[in-house]
């Protein structure tokens, strides 16, 4: 088996970039780069050729590609994923861009950040990368999730982030003050879930899509806490799902903070909110 025929099966199963993904999933395999393949243009070996089968079986199903290869390029990290914890996505990225830039300007590079829902500690991670003298803590309810942020966490070899489990604040201590809060929570309105692509609908954890009747819920919570657990002149930087920014402002203003900033994703949606 060659990747053509790989292609082959993931395009009669509807995968749409199936040259793309059997290449990836032969080099996962094989252990090669892309170039290896265009050159040498390999076959299967028989030692691995049921591994593959089953890795096509996975994908034709719908299993995402992330879980199948185990790991995800973010921010310029590797981080494992798999199933039970949510894949981070590009958008997310340009959330960490926005708070690395805010954060150098305004505060020491000794500053305090949380990363509420954290999963796969990608934020988290990454923010301890580009900031080796900040602290960092992140909390996620899920213990799966947790499981993967501490794995990512000594895979990308970061002494600066500590992770909790619990309920957004709760394992938080009470007297506990940060310069950053960060998050990006579950924002998926209740009834949109049911129409979401197959990759995420049947795989990637629910608990880290659901965001409540309105999508909203997470926003409430974590808007109407923050002030209480910022430093003052800290900020709360978040991810937000598509024609949210108004009430989220809203939220904000009411909650008593002066500012609210949003800035577009790669497709032009308003995805991001610095709040100070
Ligand atoms: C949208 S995912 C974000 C994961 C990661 N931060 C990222 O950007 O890829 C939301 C995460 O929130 C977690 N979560 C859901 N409810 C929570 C709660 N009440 N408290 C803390 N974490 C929660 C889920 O387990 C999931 O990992």
């Not at 185990?70 to 959330?95: A, H, Q, S």
Request: charged share 25%; proline share 5%.
């Amino acid at each position: 088996m060659k990747a053509r025929e790989i292609a082959g099966a993931l395009r009669k199963a509807g995968i749409e970039e199936a040259e793309r993904e059997a290449e990836e999933i032969l080099c996962h395999v094989l252990g090669v780069d892309r170039t290896a393949l265009y050159v040498l243009d390999p076959e299967v070996p028989d030692i691995k050729y049921r591994l593959v089968t089953e890795l096509i079986k996975r994908r034709t199903g719908r299993e995402p590609l992330q879980y199948l290869l185990g790991e995800v390029e973010f921010y310029g990290l590797r981080i494992k994923v798999g199933r039970g914890v949510l894949i981070p996505r590009p958008e997310t990225e340009i959330l960490v861009e926005t708070l690395i830039g805010e954060t150098a300007k305004r505060f020491s590079a000794r500053f305090t950040a949380l990363d509420l829902c954290t999963g796969s500690g990608c934020i988290a991670i990454a923010i301890g990368k580009a900031f080796p003298r900040a602290s960092v803590s992140g909390v996620d309810l899920s213990s799966v999730a947790l499981g993967f942020a501490l794995a990512n966490r000594e895979a990308n070899c970061v002494d600066n982030v500590s992770f909790a489990s619990g309920n957004l604040f709760e394992p938080v201590d009470s007297a506990a003050a940060f310069d950053v809060i960060v998050s990006n929570p579950p924002y998926v309105p209740q009834d949109d879930l049911k129409t979401l692509q197959p990759e995420i609908r049947l795989y990637e954890p629910m608990e880290a899509l659901d965001g409540g009747e309105d999508g909203l819920s997470f926003y409430r919570r974590i808007i109407g806490q923050a002030p209480r657990y910022l430093n003052p002149g800290g900020l709360l930087f978040l991810e937000m799902g598509a024609g949210q920014g108004v009430k989220i402002k809203e939220m904000a203003l009411a909650s008593g903070f002066k500012s609210v900033l949003i800035k577009k994703d790669y497709a032009g949606i308003e995805r991001i909110v610095i709040i100070d």
